[in-house]
């Protein structure tokens, strides 16, 4: 059963630090790409980045780069988003989501979500 498991969630003051975890099951991230996606209330959903598994390459949103670091542990079938420099527009949940193939083709299965809130 595939299944991906997002946490790390929390409320920060702007300019402050967070990092997500996406605990997947059911797959291997040695055949899987994943993204992270968000949406903040009243907003479509977006991209933020995306992890090959071919070569750990990654790919980044124009409004994250720079701020935002994908990576992950294969090891322990975790992506991890580190979220640096926060302001109040990153506020939103924030979803990790299996790609069908290589970055940007799809996705198929979705996490439940983690809620990030940035305010002072």
């Known amino acids: 059963q595939v299944q991906l498991v997002e946490s790390g969630g929390d409320s920060v003051q702007p300019g402050g630090s967070l990092k997500l975890s996406c605990v997947v099951s059911?797959?291997?991230?040695?055949?899987?790409?994943i993204s992270w996606f968000r949406q903040a209330p009243r907003k479509e959903r977006e991209r933020v980045s995306c992890?090959?598994?071919?070569?750990?390459?990654?790919q980044y949103g124009e409004a994250v780069k720079g701020r935002f670091a994908i990576s992950s542990d294969k090891a322990k079938n975790t992506v991890y988003l580190e979220m640096n420099n926060l302001n109040v527009d990153d506020t939103a949940t924030y979803y990790c989501?299996?790609?069908?193939?290589?970055?940007?083709?799809?996705?198929?299965?979705w996490g439940q979500g983690t809620k990030v809130t940035v305010s002072s």
């Open positions: 992890i090959s598994s071919v070569d750990g390459s990654t």
């Open positions: 989501a299996r790609e069908v193939s290589w970055c940007n083709v799809g996705n198929d299965y």
């Open positions: 059911g797959f291997s991230l040695n055949y899987y790409s």
